[in-house]
């Protein structure tokens, strides 16, 4: 019988709650609070191609010295593939300077891994009806209740914002030494032994998001209220169970009879751990599950039957696709998210003392892996693993760095990367004679703002997916109290007549919620001034802690054109953006018949605005650059801007009389619709065709 050489001494007691740094599009990166990164980049990956699948001394050679290397004794990995466990593998040693091999049933400490499995325990009790993602936890804590605050007082924590932290909680990590471990509710007050804060919300619940294995804590003890029954039993009834992880358990300390399948934790420079392994009570939901790659596989096909809808799925349909719907930046219900769609994958990294892993699925492919060690160093050889398996089984992927979040009122943000790019007209005034013939050449002539020029966008930054929406712009007018301008200084805004056949305004009867047409909160908010776009920016920024704001008017172009050159996003033929855009087509021309000629001859549609997103985006993510809204941007307009303007990051004039305005409406027509249109209004502009979208500075 194997033993832990801990007898007498004093317990030793730490969990390192990981915050996962995502270095790859395919991984993330665990670390501790405070820590440097354990996963390096992809640019430090090692050049050479292993096929896995093959299992031949060769490959398991060159495993082997990349183990060395990074000075890991013992490495397993699982692989799921055609929604199914299709192999697992076992590198190294269990304990270095011993012989016993890492094999498929060795198990190592899961660390954060913990929390997803936890999660799906929570989204089980929701399907029973025990508990209730959006209802505020202290309805059915009874153990111990959250502590009201000034935070709490304006909204209470839910089970929901938990489980995609975004509940407020503290502590990301916590280490302590002491004679014996806390008991669960000794350490959410920090009652000793406990030597960390209690823990409590510190933000406004769901205003953002901030990793919290203290929140996982109070999962904890809220799945043990509601059940009354010990987590460990829980666990095993609602998740490992049902999974088939036989070789898994939440059991602390870890029962003798796993002792001997169970991998020692090494330290950095290899050496492994004179008392083994460590405890991980009380916090079994945040980092406590001793697990095998091959359970936490069947835990990875346990989800994805579920989202692809299979008989006797261990979880709801509805409750799935929440779990694997973005609730706040990139985070899911206890995974981390990325791609959409086939790209779909859920991810997570875990980091407790003498142990990494890191875990990835695509639900809709059935694809996916688990990589797990028992060494503290940093896990160089995870990262080049799980690229050789995404390059050897193709995982679906998506373009690469792209990265979508959605924030605390369920608006979606791509990441934009840095780059250089020409701004402005890449053709001839012939050659836009020659393409739109309908124009007079007063019209083309007048262009002469558009000077093609170098523009270097030194920063990523995040653009909102799609327009501002009334649903959007409702939340940020009732939060904050807000007047808009056009209540303010009680001339109203502008909308369509019916009676007219037209638009008509200022009037008071016109407004954001009544531009004259039928509305619901899925179209682009409208008849909002650049003030008011600047003003929705301020609170947003102030609720979550962030910097929104309005784009420049490069860094909209830049986002439009996503590395194109041609008229469009999605190409030169004015015809053609029926597909990305509500425009003047065959449905608008009959309301508005004047400019018949100036039409494309297809249909959007729609006569009015268009629901954000009822088109195709462009290469980069994004929704309705071109038409839907006229989009305001940050910077004053200047006729001769370009002559003068810098190459970093341009910010336009220092100062003008109309604000810049890019991308066309509902009722433009499609020379005005091009990537390098400028167009510009007064900032007291209120009007049916103008809208706006935010940018996020990088996170």
């Known amino acids: 019988m194997l033993r832990r050489y801990c007898r007498r001494s004093p317990f030793l007691f730490f969990v390192a709650v990981v ?164 008991t669960l509710l000794e350490f959410l007050d920090g009652k000793p032994p406990t030597n960390t804060a209690p823990i409590r919300v510190e933000f406004v619940p769901g205003t953002k998001f901030q990793y919290s294995g203290g929140g996982y804590c109070v999962l904890q003890q809220l799945l043990i209220d509601v059940t009354d029954e010990l987590f460990p039993q829980l666990m095993q009834e609602l998740v490992l169970g049902p999974a088939g992880m036989t070789l898994s358990t939440f059991v602390d300390p870890l029962p003798k009879e796993f002792e001997p399948d169970a991998a020692v934790a090494h330290s950095t420079d290899g050496t492994p ?31 994805s039957r579920a989202y692809q809808k299979a008989d006797g799925a261990i979880l709801a349909p509805e409750l799935i696709k929440a779990m694997l719907t973005r609730q706040i930046d990139d985070r899911g219900l206890g995974f981390k998210l990325e791609g959409e769609g086939r790209t779909l994958s859920f991810s997570h990294a875990g980091s407790n003392p003498g142990y990494k ?21 940093r896990a160089k050889v995870v990262m080049e693993l799980i690229e050789c398996l995404r390059v050897e089984y193709e995982w679906p992927h998506d373009r690469p760095g792209r990265h979508l979040i959605k924030n605390s009122i369920g608006m979606t943000l791509e990441k934009i990367p840095a780059g250089e790019f020409q701004m402005g007209n890449h053709e001839s005034a012939e050659s836009l004679l020659a393409a739109f013939p309908a124009y007079e050449p007063k019209r083309i002539g007048k262009l002469n703002d558009e000077m093609l020029h170098k523009v270097h966008i030194t920063r990523p930054f995040y653009m909102g997916a799609h327009e501002v929406t009334i649903g959007h712009f409702r939340q940020f007018v009732v939060d904050a109290d807000y007047k808009v301008e056009s209540e303010r200084d009680g001339t109203g805004g502008w909308g369509y007549s019916p009676k007219i056949a037209y638009f008509e305004g200022r009037k008071s009867e016109y407004s954001w919620q009544n531009p004259g047409f039928k509305q619901d909160d899925s179209h682009p908010v409208v008849n909002v001034t650049w003030g008011d776009a600047v003003a929705f920016c301020k609170w947003l920024s102030r609720r979550e802690g962030r910097s929104y704001r309005l784009p420049t008017e490069a860094e909209w172009e830049y986002a439009c054109r996503a590395g194109t050159t041609t008229r469009f996003s999605n190409g030169d033929d004015p015809e053609a953006l029926v597909k990305v855009a509500a425009l003047y087509d065959a449905v608008t021309v009959k309301l508005f018949p004047q400019w018949g000629k100036y039409a494309v001859a297809g249909s959007d549609g729609f006569e009015f605005t268009a629901p954000v997103g009822s088109f195709r985006p462009n290469g980069w993510g994004l929704f309705d650059m071109h038409g839907n809204v006229w989009e305001w941007c940050s910077d004053w307009y200047g006729e001769d801007y370009y002559t003068k303007s ?54």
């Open 646 to 699: 810098p190459v970093d990051d341009p910010q336009g004039p220092e100062w003008g009389e109309e604000r810049v305005r890019r991308g066309g409406s509902w009722h433009s027509w499609p020379l005005y619709m091009r990537s390098s249109f400028r167009n510009y209004n007064s900032p007291e502009t209120r009007y049916v065709l103008v809208g706006f979208r935010v940018v996020l500075d990088d996170l």
């Open 19 to 182: 915050v996962s740094v995502y270095a790859h599009p395919w991984l993330a990166a665990a670390q501790p609070a405070g820590k440097a990164d354990d996963i390096k980049s992809s640019a430090d990956v090692e050049p050479e191609p292993l096929r896995l699948s093959k299992d031949d001394q060769a490959t398991r050679d060159e495993v082997l010295r990349r183990m060395a290397r990074d000075k890991v004794a013992g490495l397993g990995i699982a692989l799921v593939n055609k929604g199914k466990l299709e192999w697992a593998r076992g590198y190294g040693v269990q304990c270095a300077g011993q012989d016993k091999p890492v094999t498929e049933r060795t198990m190592f400490q899961a660390a954060s891994l913990s929390k997803p499995v936890a999660a799906l325990a929570a989204l089980r009790l929701v399907e029973r009806g025990k508990l209730v993602l959006d209802e505020p936890l202290n309805a059915k804590l009874i153990s111990w209740k959250v502590p009201e605050n000034e935070f709490t007082r304006k909204k209470q924590p839910t089970l929901r914002e938990v489980l995609c932290h975004s509940a407020g909680f503290n502590l990301r990590g916590v280490g302590f030494k002491a004679e014996r471990p806390p």
């Open 273 to 303: 751990f004179a008392i083994r392994w460590e405890d991980n009570m009380p916090v079994l939901a945040a980092a406590g599950l001793w697990s095998t790659p091959s359970d936490l596989a069947r835990f990875i096909v346990a989800l």
């Open 357 to 377: 892993c890191f875990m990835i699925g695509f639900p809709e492919t059935g694809q996916g892996a688990v990589i797990m060690t028992n060494s503290d160093n």
